[in-house]
């Protein structure tokens, strides 16, 4: 079955700081990667995804996030960080099989608070 | 409505009770998923409808939960003789087609707290 691990589940970084949210998945394949935002009352929005192609792939709000498939990994980038994008920020993986659906297992999260 | 639409938004309930917990789609949108939160998780995947029929159900807990999507838009989630165990926010998602690559839209959630 496939798993997603994020090592940390509480990051603060000052405003104006480089972010990087760590995530690694445990897949047979190359599966389907994303990364959702959470903020309180709001639905999980959708930051970027991953499907096939250039490993480093553009979101909204200036994220980025780059797969790697020797270390299983798809960490999640921000060069600069906004107060704004305190927030909450789970990784998915989606099976990327044939008769594949948009069944997401999602990691525990991780909760990211920004400081003045 | 130009989002996925959630409600209530909050049910308090008594252990033991039956509740209804309804989503409202993008209209379009033939897939539809459930998800619960517990907290401090990520969402777990509940069940699966592309259109009116549930195509992947496996991740019901139990025979109290079940849900229904009859005319291929609305659906609801209804738990029977719920017990606090079932306090979580429901999330509720939806996608054009259902393709694995897609992109989902999700509502805000129903916050249910059994008591």
């Known amino acids: 079955a496939q798993s997603v691990t994020q090592p940390d589940i509480h990051i603060t970084v000052s405003e104006g700081a480089s972010l990087e949210l760590r995530c690694n998945y445990s897949?047979?394949?190359?599966?389907?990667l994303f990364w959702y935002v959470q903020s309180p009352g709001q639905g999980l929005q959708l930051l970027l995804k991953?499907?096939?192609?250039?490993?480093l792939v553009q979101g909204i709000k200036g994220f980025e996030a780059e797969f790697k498939r020797s270390q299983s990994s798809f960490n999640l980038r921000k060069p600069s960080v906004h107060w704004s994008d305190a927030a909450e920020y789970f990784c998915a993986v989606a099976d990327a099989g044939g008769t594949s659906y948009g069944k997401l297992t999602f990691g525990q999260g991780t909760i990211l608070t920004v400081h003045p | 409505g130009a989002g996925v639409s959630q409600t209530p938004s909050n049910k308090v309930t008594e252990k033991g009770k039956y509740v209804e917990l309804r989503c409202d789609p993008i209209s379009g949108h033939t897939a539809l998923y459930w998800y619960r939160q517990s907290l401090g998780q990520g969402p777990e995947f509940l069940i699966y409808?592309?259109?009116?029929?549930?195509?992947?159900d496996s991740g019901l807990p139990n025979d109290r939960f079940f849900a229904v999507r009859p005319e291929g838009s609305v659906s609801t989630l209804k738990i029977q003789r719920t017990e606090r165990g079932d306090s979580a926010v429901y999330l509720c998602?939806?996608?054009?087609?259902?393709?694995?690559?897609?992109?989902?839209?999700f509502g805000s959630g129903t916050q249910l707290s059994v008591l």
């Open positions: 409808f592309q259109g009116t029929g549930a195509a992947d």
């Open positions: 991953y499907f096939s192609g250039d490993t």
């Open positions: 998602a939806s996608s054009l087609t259902g393709a694995a690559n897609e992109k989902l839209f």
């Open positions: 897949y047979g394949a190359t599966p389907y």
